[in-house]
């Protein structure tokens, strides 16, 4: 049993996590917002704000600074590449806008640059390569960087074992 959302059970690794299924928990330890309330709480009632976008939860108006946690099972060992879903709008100003990984408190990857989707609602994948996992039990954590509020909107993380 784990803080992890929604069973109580660690996410599983080769797989797909929702960015909106971060772990249980507080404001500065599942997850780093800014905003005190949610507007219109439909998935989760933590202040973090999620929408619902054709039946799936997504994480929007992510700020800088901000991030969230999560609880991860390694099952199978190694290398992985994480796809990151997401979308960003900013009238083709290519704003330098990041999302960085750390599993269990240590960096583990430059980061993803987020290149604009021209719509809020036109989600596009963009991967993440070299991602030492090993096995078990692992604290994952997404941070958000850029210099504008609104840096994004976030579907999904999926982990691809790609190597030893």
């Not at 979308?87 to 806008?97: L, Q």
């Not at 963009?126 to 078990?136: Q, R």
Request: aromatic content about 10%.
């Amino acid at each position: 049993w784990t803080n992890a959302f929604p069973a109580g059970r660690a996410h599983d690794i080769p797989g797909t996590l929702l960015f909106a299924d971060f772990d249980r928990g507080t404001n500065g330890v599942a997850f780093q917002e800014r905003e005190t309330v949610q507007l219109k709480p439909t998935y989760r009632s933590e202040s973090v704000s999620i929408h619902p976008f054709q039946g799936v939860p997504i994480v929007v108006n992510v700020s800088d600074g901000e991030w969230l946690r999560y609880t991860i099972n390694v099952k199978d060992p190694g290398t992985y590449a994480i796809t990151v879903k997401y979308s960003k709008a900013t009238a083709g100003n290519a704003v330098n806008s990041r999302v960085e990984c750390e599993v269990d408190g240590k960096a583990v990857a430059n980061g993803l640059t987020l290149e604009d989707t021209s719509d809020w609602d036109v989600a596009k994948s963009s991967t993440i390569n070299g991602i030492p996992l090993t096995a078990g039990i692992h604290d994952l954590r997404t941070l958000f960087y850029g210099p504008l509020n609104g840096l994004g909107n976030f579907w999904s993380m999926e982990f691809v074992r790609t190597g030893p």
